[in-house]
């Protein structure tokens, strides 16, 4: 069992930046790979980023590809999504996911936070 623990939303205006964390709970940590998405009012959630279990690889949706950077340290068990060059569109609740071992770009993850809301306004 793993638990997700999100912080870091809040509001900024656009072109800003924001740290969001996931801490993880449970000690093996370092074998999921771990994933963001996000999901604004009306629409399905999608996904953001995702990096390996090992870091050696990262994966960002064209959207937030070269403003968005997913990394992640296992030794405090917490994967980071820091976010440049905000715009309204990116304004949404972001989940961080875990998923044992492989990748994955779909919603096919074990285990989900219960979101952080990021709002930028214009």
């Known amino acids: 069992q793993v638990q997700l623990v999100e912080s870091g939303g809040g509001l900024v205006q656009a072109g800003g930046s924001l740290r969001l964390s996931c801490a993880a709970s449970?000690?093996?940590?370092?074998?999921?790979?771990m994933g963001w998405f996000r999901q604004a009012p009306g629409l399905e959630r999608e996904f953001v980023a995702a990096?390996?279990?090992?870091?050696?690889?990262?994966y960002y949706a064209d959207s937030v590809k070269g403003r968005f950077t997913i990394s992640r340290d296992n030794a405090k068990s917490t994967v980071y999504l820091q976010m440049n060059s905000l715009k309204p569109e990116d304004t949404a609740v972001y989940y961080c996911?875990?998923?044992?071992?492989?990748?994955?770009?779909?919603?096919?993850?074990?285990?989900w936070g219960q979101g952080t809301q990021v709002t930028v306004s214009s």
């Open positions: 996911a875990a998923r044992k071992f492989t990748i994955a770009t779909t919603h096919d993850y074990d285990y």
């Open positions: 449970g000690r093996t940590f370092s074998t999921y790979a």
């Open positions: 990096i390996t279990w090992s870091a050696v690889s990262t």
